[in-house]
């Protein structure tokens, strides 16, 4: 009786590592009028993006890297909040600009929190049907960074991982949509990498008003009534003494003359920019 237990153990590890090797393989070429099982790479923790040499003509860049065993090109310079994550630190939130794969896999975005989330089908069968609950489920993350306004309880960080899946799919079909973000890393020579949805992102810098210098006060040319203070630092404007009203921009100080460069979003969310130049002297 063990010696037959023993066996069908045994015959259970054998088949486990055999369906295991095939996670690996590439996918082949699926058509869309078939019901074939494509395999899908375990994307694994972090894939660095190689930047690609420009071609003749080109004025951008593009990167290259792969994901849940599908070639992704990104073109477009990836940015980040400069004043939240000023350091080069693993995980911090990148949005891109343009996503695309080849063959018939699939492969669309969506940000929230200053990042980008995507999601990679391979091979194409219900698509669409993943991408609502994908982009809904990041429209969810979305709303938990809103709710993180000034002066509100809410002061952890959302979590990406607790609303965007790892994939999504039916559990009948063996399609499967793999999801990931954008993200900045220390290693490698691009610095920047796909990760999955619950690679840790850091704490952002917290800006102290105490070390930044309130120099200028700004009047709102639509309401003059309204007066907004400039808290700036670094070369940067970081906000007004309103937490409804935000300010953004740059300011340089050469001699005795400060130049303020930046745009008022209010509380209404319209905007104007301002530029202005002051003489301490």
Known sequence: MKKQLLLGLMAMMTGFTACKKDLVKTPDKTP??????????????????????????????????????????????????????????????????????????????????????FIVYVATASFNAYVQNFTSNVSSLASAYNNMLPNSPITTMP????????????GNTGYVAVTGKLIRITTGTSHFAFATVGYPTPAPVTVDDANLMNWYTLTDPSFPSMHYQLFCGNGRIYHTQLPNVQATGT???????????????????????????IDIG
């Open 32 to 117: 869309n009028n078939t019901k074939q099982k494509v395999n899908v790479v375990d994307p694994g923790t972090v894939v660095e993006l190689t930047l690609a040499p420009r071609q003749p003509g080109e004025n951008f860049d593009t990167y290259l890297g792969n994901w849940g065993g599908v070639s992704v090109k990104m073109q477009g310079t990836p940015v980040w909040d400069h004043d939240k994550y000023p350091n080069l630190v693993n995980g911090v939130p990148c949005t891109g600009s343009g996503y695309s794969v080849g063959d018939q896999n699939q492969i669309t975005t969506s940000s929230a929190g200053g990042q980008d989330f």
């Open 159 to 170: 979590v990406a991982s607790d609303f965007v899946k790892v994939t999504y799919g039916d």
């Open 251 to 277: 300011y340089t100080f050469v001699g005795t003359v400060y130049h303020f460069i930046g745009t008022i979003t209010r509380a209404d969310g319209s905007t104007f920019p301002f530029d202005v130049t």
